[in-house]
Each structure stands twice: as structure tokens, then as C-alpha cells.
Nanobody, 124 residues
Framework: QVQLAESGGGLVQTGGSLRLACEAS????????MGWFRQAPGKEREFVAA???????VYADSVKGRFTISRDDAKNTLYLQMNSLKPEDTAVYYC??????????????????WGQGTQVTVAS
């Protein structure tokens, strides 16, 4: 019912910045919250940030103060501004959406829709 497509990934040096975007289509009116997750090779998928309809945001401790999640409702687009990037930020970043709030926003299992991911590589 909801389709998501990420863009904006790429290669950046340590300390640099990238801005990811997630275009949503379909029945977006039913979306309760949207979030960003990431997964590095050999590691489990981890929560990065989320935003709910009230515009309240939550962040993982590892990115707090460096990343900013936002949305443009007119464009049905979610953003993740990433500053002061570190090599440990290297991962595939996924956009996700959920229709209900039944578990914590940091729980990937609570999200109903996922994009295909975009690669972010931070080099030194």
C-alpha cells in the first residue's frame, strides 16, 4: 500500500556530510511514523532515527547531534541530513514506514514498509 524509494547515498570523507531522501507513494495518508535504519556487512539492522506525524523525532545515541530527520509532507518525502560522518556510519540505509504504534519506534519489526536501501560509504 506504501512504496518507498531512497536516494542520496554515496562516498564521502570522514567529517563530511550527505543528505538522504525517501520518496513515498501510495496510501501515505495511513502512515503513523517513518524512520531510517541502517545495516553494515556482518551486522544486524539498527535504528537510526524516526519521526511521527506530530513531527516529534527520536534518534539513536550513536547519531544524536550529528544527524537530523525531517519530512516534507507536500512532497511525501523523508530526509536524513548526516553531518560529521564517521567510518562507522558506513552501511546501507533503509527508509521505513509504519501504520500503527504498537512497539518502540526503534524496533524494525514494527515497520510495515521498506525501501530497497541506499549505500553510504565514509572513507578516511
Amino acid at each position: 500500500q506504501v512504496q518507498l524509494a531512497e536516494s542520496g547515498g554515496g562516498l564521502v570523507q570522514t567529517g563530511g556530510s550527505l543528505r538522504l531522501a525517501c520518496e513515498a507513494s501510495g496510501r501515505t495518508f495511513s502512515t503513523f511514523a517513518m524512520g531510517w535504519f541502517r545495516q553494515a556487512p556482518g551486522k544486524e539492522r539498527e535504528f537510526v532515527a524516526a519521526i511521527i506525524r506530530s513531527a516529534t523525532t527520536v534518534y539513536a545515541d550513536s547519531v544524536k547531534g550529528r544527524f537530523t530527520i525531517s519530512r516534507d509532507d507536500a512532497k511525501n518525502t523523508l530526509y536524513l541530513q548526516m553531518n560529521s560522518l564517521k567510518p562507522e556510519d558506513t552501511a546501507v540505509y533503509y527508509c521505513a514506514a509504519r501504520s500503527t504504534m504498537g512497539s518502540g519506534l526503534n524496533n524494525a519489526a514494527g515497520y510495515d514498509y521498506w525501501g530497497q536501501g541506499t549505500q553510504v560509504t565514509v572513507a578516511s
